[in-house]
């Protein structure tokens, strides 16, 4: 269909307010990530449910596309639409219901900003912990459709652990909902959390109803530096070994902290091969600061070379700002980057690390390493330029590390999803039979293969 002639559909099916034209459409070609980026046929913004609905009815009528999008902070391409199809942007169904305080929920637009869900929870004494790096512009939605985590997962958990219910329209335009708004329920299959992190490809969320917890009233933190990898690999261990479960556990290996030195020229950065940023947080200052000093135990035992403790709101947002400083550092670091997101099993971390050292001399290329450590969950970046024909190179140490990844027994894709580019690697890191059955469930829900085609799932 002419692109005029799918505007006029849209605009009957959305209103033509919501119908983008001309350059705007431009801003719909893809996420965040390095994925090739293509202008959409049409990009449309409902502003319900229903007008959502209505544009799945005309898509699937067509046969047309349809890749649903929100801010675009996507790092792997899921967001990214081909030439023919339709972008249907959820960012005005971003409306955030009252708190519920007494049954510790609340309902909020696929559209609503992590960042303004987390301030109604306060503002209601209450908290929504998961906290992706993008949390100021990414949605609920995208945090839904690639069950998005963040440095307090390992104490808190990622989107999944928080999503009791979700209305969502089917590739025909059927609104339903799945789930209940209760902590427990065995009533049919669990779809709700069959469409965490499916990246649109089996139906288009549209609102979801979340748990809340007590806000913590109390946060300090230390940073402790180690004169290897081992030594820190050794202390992450130790921490998880003893049940103490700190809010975070952050690992930035030598390469990233030289990185953060020199883009925070004058700040206060640790020395060292390695460094653990721990976070602790609770009900009271004394019960936070009895366990920060339990896990410095922990920390110096392992052979920290230096502690450093935060038990002032500022002092434990500087030690933040040099774990935020990470991205900026690496733009200033190349002039390009593959930034990546694997997890492994914690007690691998310090062989993960040995091995993506490896692959970086191998490959002479820089790969530094920053994570969540307390998860296992590690973001190796490999930098690189391509004007100086460095590409093939990068590509493939990126490869090498996602092998790496799965060699040790975890995951190439940890909480940004699969998109476009895992998709070549989820046949290495899904048992053949699951994956049969991913695919079987794909064309049952969406038979005519228009939601988000391409993502996720490798060809058979």
Known sequence: MAPGALARRLADAAGSDAVVAGAELDGYAGDSSVAERARPAAAVRPSDAAGAARVLAVASELGVPVVAVGARTGLAGGANPQPEWIALSLERLD?????DTDNLRVTVGAGARTADVQAAALAAGLFYPPDPASLERSTIGGNVATN????RCFKYGVTA??????????????VFRTGAATRKNTAGLRLAQLLVGSEG??????????RLVAAPAARVAATAS??????????????????????????????CLALVRRQLAGARVAEGKALLLVEVDGRTDELVRDELELVVRLLRAAGAQTVELATQPDDVERLWRARRALSPAFAEAAPDALFQDVCVPPAAI???????????????LAIPVFGHAGDGNLHPSVLYDAAAGESERAHAAEADVLRVALALGGSVAAEHGVGLLKRPFLAE???????????RLKTALDPAGILNPGKVLPPP
């Open 226 to 255: 180690f004169r290897s990898l081992a030594d820190a690999g050794k202390a992450i261990a130790a921490v998880i070994r003893s049940g103490l479960v700190p809010s975070a556990l952050e690992l930035l290996d030598a390469t």
């Open 161 to 174: 652990e928080y999503v009791l219910a979700l209305e969502a329209v089917t590739a025909d335009g059927r």
């Open 95 to 99: 409306g955030i219901g009252d708190v």
């Open 201 to 210: 490809t089996l139906a288009v969320v549209t609102e979801a109803t979340l």
């Open 148 to 151: 998005a985590g963040g440095p």
């Open 350 to 364: 310090p062989e993960a690390l040995r091995r993506i050292q490896a692959v970086a001399r191998e490959r002479a």
């Open 429 to 439: 890191a899904v048992d053949g039979v699951a994956l049969d059955f991913m695919r």
